[in-house]
């Protein structure tokens, strides 16, 4: 990350260089309850593997906190399409190609996940 917050060579200004939020800023409260969840399932399954339980209770958790992964991830991307990609798309050119290209790049990375 760069010193503003945001991925290397993604921009954080908009027009005029005035600073543009994300597309989940929105739901970020509902995004970092979800991931608390998320944290507690990962050490539960932790403390299963420790106590030695059923490898398929174990595998069954290990299914629930993909899915619930696999859901912030699709919230996200849902998200970046709708905000990142849609105000790219409005300005045309290189940024808008560029957005898409990255959209298509984390569509693939979920599908072979």
């Known amino acids: 990350m ?62 629930a906190l993909t899915k619930a992964l696999e859901s912030v991830a699709l919230g996200l991307l849902d998200d970046h399409l709708k905000h990142c990609v849609v105000d790219a798309a409005r300005t045309g050119g290189a940024e808008a190609d560029a957005k898409v290209k990255e959209a298509s790049d984390a569509i693939a990375r979920l599908v072979r996940s």
């Open 2 to 63: 760069t010193d503003s917050g945001s991925p290397a060579g993604h921009d954080v200004a908009g027009e005029g260089g005035a600073p543009t939020t994300h597309g989940y800023i929105t739901d970020k409260d509902k995004y970092l309850a979800r991931l608390k969840r998320i944290e507690g399932q990962a050490r539960g399954i932790h403390r299963m593997v420790d106590e030695e339980q059923y490898c398929i209770d174990i595998l069954t958790q290990v299914s």
